[in-house]
Structure formats: C-alpha cells, structure tokens
C-alpha cells in the first residue's frame, strides 16, 4: 500500500503560524505517479472538508475560509505536499488529514515487466493542529 507521513502539527497562538508536511512512500509498491495532493481538515462531530489541493500541474484550491493564509505547494521529485499555515485563528483548530491520488505497481510485476499500475486515494492518519486564541 502507498504510505502518507505527515508531520508538522501542534500548537500556536492565533496570529501564529505553523507548516504541514506529508511525505507519500510504497514500501512494496512502486509509485509511478502522484496526481493531486492535498489537505483537508476534521473536528469532532463534524465532516472531514477540504483545505487546499494541488495537482501535479501545480494547480491549487482552497477553502474560502483559508484563501490569503495559508499556502499549499508540492516538491514531485520527493512525493510530498506542505500546508504554510499563517495567520491562524481559532477556528483553523483540527485534525489535518493529507490526501494523495497515486498510481502505483507491484515490485515484483515491475520487475516481470509486467507492470499493473493501479490508482488510489490514499490519507495519512492524521495530525492535529491547535490553535489558542
């Protein structure tokens, strides 16, 4: 299965800022190729919303309630996404999920030449981000 790490989470003052990072790894898969990335964000009782997305054309979109704050952008050469988070409020308090489109193979069918690539959306566990007013 294809792995997201994210790291980067905890706690600011409002006005603060902090900044998401979410690595996208295959330990017995290949991935041949990351499409859009992005972040979306959770609060208890309450669904799981969009953030910020990038494809991997570096087209971005965010959530009206984030525009002029916060800023996505990717490094493809390393399969990872950030999230700067500044200007935080409140109300940015959450549990930041990373979300990755991948096309990925086996090891072994990559090496039989036989490569069956498959595309997925995988989400990391999650990371939370307290922000104090």
């Known amino acids: 299965q294809v792995h997201l790490a994210e790291s980067g989470g905890g706690s600011a003052r409002a006005g603060e800022s902090l900044r998401l990072s979410c690595v996208a790894s295959a330990a017995s898969r290949i991935i041949l190729s990351v499409h859009t990335m992005g972040w979306y964000r959770q609060t208890p009782g309450n669904t799981r919303d969009l953030v910020a997305t990038?494809?991997?054309?570096?087209?971005?979109s965010y959530a009206d309630s984030v525009k002029g704050r916060f800023t996505i952008s990717r490094d493809s050469a390393k399969n990872t996404v950030l999230l700067q988070m500044n200007s935080l409020k409140a109300e940015d308090t959450a549990i930041y999920y990373c979300?990755?489109?991948?096309?990925?193979?086996?090891?072994?069918?990559?090496?039989?030449?036989?490569?069956?690539?498959?595309?997925?959306?995988?989400w990391g566990q999650g990371t939370q981000v307290s922000v104090s007013s």
């Open positions: 990038i494809t991997n054309e570096g087209a971005t």
């Open positions: 979300m990755s489109d991948v096309t990925s193979t086996s090891r072994e069918d990559l090496i039989r030449g036989a490569a069956r690539p498959q595309r997925g959306e995988y």
